[in-house]
């Protein structure tokens, strides 16, 4: 009954670190997603997953890269922190990416970068 | 181009009472619409979606929403309100076209009920 599975739930980093943000599911989920959540911002697509194999940006990529690993797993990467990547980062995923298609969302991770 | 304004930023209740969360949309296509609740330290969990088949969409616990079309609008309701509800609810639109899937949130609206 996992469904999304994000590591880890929080992390601090110092400006110029970087790291990898992990995420998986277990509802055989064709399309993962990205996002940031910012106070009174909604949530802003990051990078999404349509397919095994594929990725697109998506409203605010700079400074983010992403890897689909497989069909279970997709990992968000931070090659150098800046004190703007401050955010909730929330993994989500869908069956496919019809409009209709409902998202499936993790519990976020937490990162601060000093 | 697409887009959604939910017009509270916050809505405070007594409970009991009935509630009301309002949200306007517009989209170049046929969009769906999805209302999420997150509750603290949570992810977002689907409360209800419409589809472009009934006007007025059962949720869980109680929700709903009516799609108007030609008021562009997507109110979420529920005619007594409890202390679990409190919580930050997100409207959302997405729509496939121009070759990819859009999807907007809301700025949300955090629901406060008041014992």
């Known amino acids: 009954n996992a469904g999304v599975t994000q590591t880890p739930k929080f992390q601090v980093l110092k400006t110029g670190q970087s790291m990898t943000l992990q995420c998986a599911q277990d509802?055989?989920?064709?399309?993962m997603y990205w996002y940031r959540q910012d106070p009174g911002m909604g949530l802003r697509l990051i990078y999404y997953s349509a397919s095994e194999g594929t990725t697109d940006k998506g409203e605010v990529p700079n400074g983010y890269n992403v890897s689909r690993l497989n069909k279970r797993e997709f990992s968000l990467r931070l090659e150098s922190a800046a004190p703007s990547q401050t955010s909730v980062y929330f993994c989500?995923?869908?069956?496919?990416?019809?409009?209709?298609?409902?998202?499936?969302f993790g519990d976020g991770t937490r990162l601060s970068i000093l | 181009a697409q887009s959604v304004t939910q017009l509270d930023s916050h809505v405070s209740v007594s409970e009991g009472t009935p509630v009301l969360l309002r949200c306007n949309y517009s989209?170049?296509?046929?969009?769906?619409l999805f209302w999420y609740v997150q509750h603290p330290n949570k992810g977002l969990q689907l409360l209800l979606k419409y589809t472009s088949a009934a006007t007025l969409v059962k949720g869980i616990n109680g929700f709903e929403a009516e799609f108007k079309k030609s008021e562009t609008s997507f109110h979420l309701t529920k005619p007594s309100a409890h202390m679990s509800d409190a919580a930050e609810y997100f409207c959302v639109v997405s729509a496939w076209g121009g070759g990819y899937q859009k999807v907007t949130f809301g700025t949300g609206t955090k629901l406060q009920v008041i014992p």
């Open positions: 509802m055989n989920h064709n399309s």
């Open positions: 989209s170049s296509y046929s969009p769906s």
């Open positions: 989500a995923s869908s069956l496919g990416t019809g409009g209709n298609q409902p998202q499936h």
